[in-house]
Structure formats: C-alpha cells, structure tokens
C-alpha cells in the first residue's frame, strides 16, 4: 500500500503513540523515530504518550514527535 497511495498524517494526531505506530504499518508505512517531547518549563505531565505531530522523511519513513497526554497543575502550598 505504500507505494500506492501515503498515510493521510493528519489522521494520526491525538492517537496513543502505540496506536499511530500500528496503524502506520499496517498502511505499510515504515515507522521511524518516536520522540517525547516536553515543556521547556519544569511542569508534570502524566497520562499516555499522544502524538502532537507527524512527519515524512525524504527516505518515506514516517518520524512521530509525542507528548503526555495531561498537564498535572502544581499544589498552592499557601
């Protein structure tokens, strides 16, 4: 299927990083590197590995930046 007709990317934000990265190969997509990303300022996240962005290699592999799926807010300790 891959030579045929590419993976519409868009349809793999939001997704469980597992579940992007199955549905990638069985379109017949290679998948490339997962990578998690996180905030530049020290904040919690928790929650499962979401993919925030999605994007074609110039070799056709298919690299998936992710993130934790919720922001945990700091306890006032007033």
Request: proline fraction near 5%.
């Amino acid at each position: 299927m891959h030579g045929d007709a590419a993976a519409d990317l868009s349809d793999l934000i939001g997704l469980d990083a597992e579940q992007a990265r199955r549905r990638l190969e069985i379109a017949g997509e290679r998948v490339g590197v997962i990578v998690e990303t996180t905030s530049p300022r020290p904040v919690v996240l928790e929650g499962s590995l979401r993919v925030v962005r999605a994007r074609r290699r110039s070799d056709g592999q298919v690299d998936l930046v992710v993130t934790r799926e919720r922001y945990v807010p700091p306890i006032n300790r007033e």
